[in-house]
């Protein structure tokens, strides 16, 4: 049974940075996709950055701020940067043959 676990997050002020990692395990299939979504009080749920095949997607309006990374079957989003409308439950998603798989989320707030 594939299990994800989050860590990272919480509350920054404006400006600050945060760092999110996701560790999936529990499959012998590789996990080709590692990613992760965000979603906004009475927003829809929305992609934030992953890396499919060993390629890096970062949504545009995130780039330069937001970098994502990974190690085996790690992956990291590195927040920097942090404003009042990025504050949202993030996400971790991952993908092999198996399916889609997703984290329980992670609250993230940027406040003064």
């Known amino acids: 049974q594939v299990q994800i676990v989050e860590s990272g997050g919480g509350l920054v002020k404006p400006g600050g940075s945060l760092t999110l990692s996701c560790t999936a395990s529990?499959?012998?299939?590789?996990?080709?996709?590692m990613g992760w979504y965000r979603q906004a009080p009475g927003e829809e749920r929305e992609p934030v950055a992953s890396?499919?095949?060993?390629n890096t997607n970062i949504v545009e309006s995130m780039k330069g701020r937001f970098t994502i990374s990974r190690d085996k079957d790690t992956v990291s989003l590195q927040m920097n940067n942090l404003l009042p409308r990025d504050t949202a439950v993030y996400y971790c998603?991952?993908?092999?043959?198996?399916?889609?798989?997703w984290g329980k989320g992670t609250q993230d707030t940027v406040s003064s």
């Open positions: 998603t991952v993908r092999n043959l198996q399916g889609d798989f």
């Open positions: 529990g499959s012998i299939y590789t996990f080709y996709s």
């Open positions: 890396i499919d095949y060993g």
